[in-house]
């Protein structure tokens, strides 16, 4: 389990390489799912169908600008 206050390992992904990142973002997105989910009552269908959309998201973020 993950700790709710170190959920992107940022070390882990800027050490990795595309796939390794891409992981790290997967599991990011997970826990942001979990989180909606469990506090505001979200669909948990609909976010797993967001799930992609977020990983994408969350790897154009951490690309340095």
């Not at 959920?7 to 973002?25: E, I, M, N, W, Y």
């Not at 942001?32 to 009552?41: A, N, P, Q």
């Amino acid at each position: 389990m993950s700790d709710p206050n170190h959920t992107f390992r940022s070390l882990a992904f800027f050490k990795s390489d595309d796939s390794g990142k891409r992981l790290v973002a997967l599991e990011s997105a997970i826990e942001l799912i979990k989180t909606r989910v469990g506090v505001s009552g979200a669909d948990l269908t609909s976010e797993m169908n967001s799930l992609s959309t977020y990983v994408d998201q969350i790897l154009d973020a951490a690309e340095p600008k």
